[in-house]
């Protein structure tokens, strides 16, 4: 079975300043790919980044960076220079292989608060 | 590209009656989408896979008869909460694979507010 533990249900950080946001995750699969996504208050999910099993360098976009540490199962979210606007729920979240049915689950989630 | 959307963005209804949610791939052909449920201040919890075509699969604990799923078309899945009830208020939200792409991100609705009265 897939797993995903986040276990910051709510980090603060100053207004630019960089903040990591904290995921493990567990499977049997050798083939699944790690997501972060954005849901500010509106609801909508926000892709942000994604790691697959099999790379081999951490994925950045922008001010997201993914550190990726396969051997113990983390796939932390680095946020450089927060905004304001990066105040929302960050979820962690991972796909497995067909075996698993494609199925994307999450983690608890974090509320990220960027203080000006 | 890979745009999904989803209908109604909110919706109010009466205690026993039945309310239908429809999310749409828009610019692309979706042969599997999933269904999302979130209640406030909590995480999404995957209810059921829609296959195009199929019956949908749904996630253990989940009630089928009471949350129909039907994917009609490529383009087309809709969700059904039968004699919806108070409990049933929740944030629904839907999302597409492109077929091409098994890895790559899903792609989501903005999901729908339903509030049962």
């Known amino acids: 079975a897939q797993k995903i533990t986040q276990t910051q249900p709510g980090m603060f950080v100053q207004e630019k300043e960089a903040v990591t946001l904290d995921c493990t995750y567990d499977?049997?699969?050798?083939?699944?790919?790690l997501f972060w996504y954005k849901q500010p208050s509106s609801g909508e999910m926000i892709f942000l980044i994604y790691?697959?099993?099999?790379?081999?360098q951490n994925a950045t976009e922008g001010r997201y960076s993914l550190n990726f540490q396969k051997a113990r199962k983390s796939a932390n979210l680095v946020i450089s220079a927060s905004q304001l606007g990066d105040s929302a729920m960050y979820f962690c979240?991972?796909?497995?292989?067909?075996?698993?049915?494609?199925?994307?689950?999450f983690g608890q989630g974090t509320e990220l608060s960027v203080k000006p | 590209g890979a745009v999904v959307s989803q209908h109604p963005s909110w919706v109010i209804c009466k205690s026993g009656t039945s309310v239908k949610i429809e999310c749409r791939s828009l610019?692309?052909?979706?042969?599997?989408m999933f269904w999302y449920r979130q209640f406030p201040k909590q995480s999404l919890m995957l209810m059921a896979t829609?296959?195009?075509?199929?019956?949908?699969?749904?996630e253990q604990g989940v009630e089928k008869d009471k949350f129909l799923i039907n994917h009609a078309s490529l383009t087309l899945s809709t969700l059904t909460v039968t004699s919806a009830h108070p409990e049933d208020s929740s944030f629904y939200i839907c999302?597409?694979?492109?077929?091409?792409?098994?890895?790559?991100?899903?792609?989501f609705g903005n999901g729908t507010r339903l509030t049962v009265t």
């Open positions: 610019d692309f052909q979706a042969t599997t």
């Open positions: 790691q697959g099993s099999y790379d081999q």
């Open positions: 999302s597409a694979e492109v077929p091409s792409m098994p890895q790559s991100p899903l792609h």
């Open positions: 829609s296959n195009e075509g199929s019956k949908a699969t749904y």
């Open positions: 979240a991972m796909r497995g292989g067909y075996n698993q049915g494609g199925k994307l689950i």
């Open positions: 499977t049997s699969d050798p083939s699944y790919g």
